[in-house]
């Protein structure tokens, strides 16, 4: 099974995030069942997920912010241009007013697509998926998780999985109310 996540090692290689070195390293204990295991392959899916989720949506943020600052920056240069024959005043006023028309183009994707919302809720399920992790990884040193354990970890993952999936929905359709859980 390959990360997919994590940071550059010198040669190039990627290096595996903390959380998929201990989920592994769970999931290639002997003494584990196949239905502890099962849990553990459904965390390191949604880890890889939601930590790619986080790096696209961040990106996605940070880029529609440093292109309102840019457009926003030019177009207060352009309206300060005074042109001293050859009446460029005009296209400068129009490009003035093109450039600020693209300002508020460019200020409303963030705000229609919730990618700095996005963000927050994916990297907060990866967060809590790694919490998780070290918490079944203590308990699983010499044993497997009990039936019990291992039905109150999948209800904690999928509990955080449904607060993320809930919480991107809510970013994306601009939603006043998160969306009830159906199964309470």
Known sequence: ????????????????????????KMYDRHHMTDSTKALIELMMLRAR???????????????????????SAATTIVLGLKSGSGGWDVYLQNLALVLSAAVTVFASFDSIFGMGERAVAAETARRTIRRLSYEMYSLTAIRDL???????FARQFHQTMFDADNAALVARRGLAAPVPDARR
């Open 1 to 24: 099974m390959n990360s997919g996540s994590g940071t550059a090692a010198p040669d190039g290689r990627r290096l595996e995030s903390s959380t998929m070195s201990i989920l592994r």
């Open 49 to 71: 997920g939601y930590g790619e989720d986080a790096r696209k949506y961040s990106r996605s943020a940070f880029l529609s912010r440093v292109v309102v600052a840019a457009v």
């Open 146 to 152: 009990t039936e019990a354990e291992r039905e109150d």
